[in-house]
């Protein structure tokens, strides 16, 4: 009889971690505050999405470290006529407090629309907030 209550509580406690940890709720609030900021082109809260110790990772460019090398980084290609993104998830990996998110993206660059893919790892602060964590994207067409 013991032995049933321990392995029921165990499953218990086991089935109510799961459903924690495969919920993507957090990470989607945090890809419509990224979507959001970007569209309004407001580059310090954009910087917010992003933990403080974040990795940029874009082509051509040298990987960037933490907020405010990422900042500086979209602001740059904000004043370049970088204005509008859409982002669709293709999958959300749960993994804990950490996530994959594969989308893919449109963006508009001045008169121009462009297509790509993205991998951004997410991973859930100590004040619950997701943040992304590591940042990496390519276009489907050169510019």
Same mark, same amino acid.
């Given at each position: =009889?013991?032995? &049933?209550?321990?392995? #029921?509580?165990?499953?218990?406690?086991? #089935?109510?971690?799961? #459903?924690?940890? =495969?919920?993507?709720?957090? *990470?989607?609030?945090?890809?419509?505050?990224?979507?959001?900021?970007?569209?309004? /082109?407001?580059?310090?809260?954009?910087?917010?999405?992003?933990?403080?110790?974040? @990795?940029? =990772?874009? #082509?051509? *460019?040298?990987?960037?470290?933490? %907020?405010? $090398?990422?900042?500086?980084?979209?602001?740059? @290609?904000?004043? /370049? $006529?970088?204005?509008?993104?859409?982002?669709?998830?293709?999958?959300?990996? =749960?993994?804990?407090?950490?996530?994959?998110?594969?989308?893919?993206?449109?963006?508009?660059?001045?008169? %121009? &629309? *462009?297509?790509? &893919?993205?991998?951004?790892?997410? @991973?859930?602060?100590?004040?619950? &907030?997701? %943040?992304?964590?590591?940042?990496?994207?390519?276009?489907?067409?050169?510019?």
């Amino acid at each position: =009889m013991f032995n &049933k209550i321990i392995l #029921s509580s165990a499953f218990l406690a086991l #089935s109510g971690c799961a #459903s924690i940890e =495969m919920s993507d709720a957090g *990470v989607r609030q945090g890809m419509s505050a990224f979507q959001e900021a970007f569209n309004r /082109q407001d580059s310090p809260s954009l910087a917010m999405v992003y933990a403080e110790d974040a @990795r940029l =990772m874009p #082509s051509n *460019v040298p990987m960037l470290a933490g %907020r405010a $090398g990422i900042q500086s980084f979209w602001q740059a @290609r904000f004043n /370049q $006529g970088l204005s509008h993104i859409e982002k669709t998830p293709i999958e959300i990996q =749960m993994l804990g407090l950490t996530a994959i998110e594969m989308s893919r993206y449109v963006v508009t660059v001045g008169e %121009r &629309k *462009v297509q790509g &893919k993205d991998i951004l790892v997410w @991973r859930q602060g100590t004040d619950g &907030k997701w %943040r992304i964590v590591a940042d990496i994207w390519n276009n489907d067409h050169p510019l």
